[in-house]
């Protein structure tokens, strides 16, 4: 049984930050640190880094820490705590990431795709708690996405299920990372959004964006598009109401997929708010099958900036919750 005063450390295992934070049981931060990965050539250099900070951290609480749970960006098989590869860092196939990092640091480590930590830590503390049936997203450079039904993340057989982001929404649309076309990611990822931006700056639609930017196409970024979005630039609102449909459009299989009850969606894009959920739920009530829309929620986040090292930590509990 958990105890009140236990602790558990959540490791966000991000392409360019590790961040590490010392939680408790209700998800509450006691510490926390980050470092950049940057620089560190060799894969055991890094772990040994991620280890003398974890070690650092929990100094003087060690009694009390019961685990840690880390995300990484990439599938992972969480049973033998392996990540099959990382999505944009080279270098990481077949990596026993568990067995590593639980040598170095003598505890119980589970370890699992960043996009399943996230809903975790909104399953358990955030947006979705209560609820039993989540879907969630992440909106980043990426779009990940994960499904809790009945209250247990879905896997599939690989343990990599749910990568809905590459679920097709034009069978003509960009070509995606994957090797597919017209993926919900191709419409919503970071620097498509931005791409798209550019595109239609250069062919000559009337912004503040640019001026924005420092007449820099190559400066303009989502948190600038959302500036201008909230000075009252219709072409940045309708960046926001153009993304907001096609999400909704991708959603609107998800929920007559997984019939949810509640829809959780974070990220840096979900800080553009109105402006983008607004479109993603007429979208989805407009299009989805009425018995599935009736009483859905769909609702931004709780966790944004420390999504990671909370969803970490959530799923480490309700790991050690599972296997006591
Ligand atoms: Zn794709």
Avoid at 99 to 113: E, S
Avoid at 288 to 307: C, N, P, S, Y
Wanted: with cysteine; glycine share 14%.
């Amino acid at each position: 049984m958990m105890n009140k005063k236990d602790l558990i450390i959540g490791v966000d295992f991000g392409a360019t930050f590790i961040k590490v934070g010392l939680l408790d049981i209700h998800g509450h931060i006691v510490r926390k640190s980050a470092f950049s990965s940057k620089g560190y050539i060799s894969r055991d250099k890094l772990i040994e880094r991620i280890a003398l900070e974890v070690n650092t951290i929990m100094a003087s609480e060690r009694p009390r820490v019961l685990g840690l749970g880390a995300g990484v960006p990439g599938p992972v098989d969480y049973k033998r705590g392996v990540i099959y590869g990382l999505t944009n860092v080279k270098g990481w196939r077949n990596v026993p990431l568990r067995d590593m990092l639980r040598k170095r640091i003598g505890m119980r480590v589970f370890i699992d795709n960043d996009a399943n930590a996230a809903c975790a830590g909104e399953a358990r503390w955030g947006a979705g708690k209560g609820y039993r049936d989540i879907v969630c997203i992440t909106l980043g450079s990426g779009v990940g996405t994960a499904v809790i039904i009945d209250g247990k993340l879905y896997r599939g057989r690989g343990y990599s299920a749910a990568e809905m982001g590459h679920i097709c929404i034009d069978r003509n649309g960009p070509r995606c990372n994957c090797g597919a076309k017209g993926c919900i990611e191709t419409f919503l990822g970071n620097s498509y959004i931005v791409k798209a931006a550019v595109k239609d700056l250069k062919q000559g639609k009337r912004s503040v964006l640019l001026k924005l930017a420092d007449d820099k196409y190559s400066n303009i970024t989502p948190k600038l598009i959302d500036q201008a979005a909230r000075m009252g630039d219709k072409f940045c609102i309708d960046i926001w109401k153009q993304a907001g449909e096609n999400l909704g459009i991708g959603l609107t299989g998800i929920v007559n997929t997984f019939n949810p009850e509640i829809i959780v969606i974070g990220g840096g894009l979900s800080k553009a708010g109105e402006m983008l959920f607004g479109s993603v739920r007429e979208t989805v009530k407009r299009r989805a099958m009425k018995v599935f829309t009736g009483d859905l929620k769909i609702k931004r986040a709780r966790f944004i900036e420390d999504a990671g090292t909370f969803g970490a930590a959530a799923l480490a509990t309700l790991s050690l919750r599972g296997t006591k």
